[in-house]
């Protein structure tokens, strides 16, 4: 069983608009949460990492909300631009640390003109 | 500084050939990471590395062989390649203290197994 579950799966949103992708993970005990933009064809590159303590953390126009009760995180992108097309992957260090991370699937945004 | 740099970007194989792929990175970062990623499936450990000469397996480990002689390169091996092993593979570093050891990723090799 996937221990980091993210949805919606994909969506389609028009620019200039805000969306906002769900993570729910079970990994225990948690360590840090983090968020990775995929472009197509490239390397995932890290947007935020939160430990338990942090509830919010911004980079630019995404934010990252984390509750470490309900084991629940969400990525909000504010006024969506066509670059913010792709892949985005919620990422949590648990029991086996920062060496051992479980990946979710990714939430696939595409931002249409 | 290129970061972390991933050779060769694309390979065919049949299977039962063998093939290494090339990871470098240029930021002298202690750990060295190999994952894959399918569709539809989150990304995947393979193996890793903590330090010069040392690797441990990761999730996924069957099939693959790695080498880390020097601290700045990271060799993933296909001793006898199958289709199963078609995928993208991803190569990342990071430094062992601070930032929660923010994992750095190159940007990968599309690899088809026929």
């Known amino acids: 069983k996937n221990q980091v579950e993210q949805s919606p799966q994909s969506l389609i949103i028009l620019e200039g608009k805000n969306c906002t992708l769900q993570?729910?993970?079970?990994?225990?005990?948690?360590?840090?949460l983090r968020w990775y933009k995929q472009d197509t064809g490239r390397g995932p590159v890290s947007l935020t990492i939160?430990?338990?303590?942090?509830n919010t953390k911004s980079n630019g126009r995404y934010t990252a909300t984390l509750d470490a009760d309900t084991k629940q995180s969400s990525l909000h992108i504010t006024a969506s631009q066509l670059s913010d097309s792709a892949s985005y992957i919620c990422?949590?260090?648990?029991?086996?640390?920062?060496?051992?991370?479980?990946f979710g699937k990714g939430n696939q945004v595409v931002v249409i003109p | 500084n290129a970061g972390v740099t991933q050779t060769p970007k694309f390979r065919v194989l049949k299977t039962g050939q063998s093939m290494t792929l090339l990871c470098a990175q240029d930021?002298?970062?202690?750990?060295m990471y190999w994952y894959r990623q399918d569709p539809g499936m989150g990304l995947r450990l393979i193996h890793y590395?903590?330090?010069?000469?040392?690797?441990a397996k990761g999730e996924v480990p069957d099939g693959y062989n790695v080498s880390r002689l020097k601290k700045q390169n990271f060799l993933l091996g296909l001793e006898s390649a199958a289709p199963s092993q078609t995928s993208v593979y991803f190569c990342?570093?990071?430094?062992?203290?601070?930032?929660?050891?923010?994992?750095?990723f190159g940007p990968g090799t599309r690899l088809t197994v026929l």
């Open positions: 990342a570093s990071s430094h062992p203290s601070g930032g929660h050891r923010e994992q750095f």
């Open positions: 993570c729910n993970y079970t990994v225990s005990p948690f360590s840090n």
């Open positions: 939160m430990t338990f303590s942090e």
């Open positions: 990422v949590v260090s648990g029991p086996y640390g920062n060496n051992r991370l479980a």
């Open positions: 930021m002298n970062h202690e750990y």
């Open positions: 590395s903590v330090g010069e000469g040392t690797t």
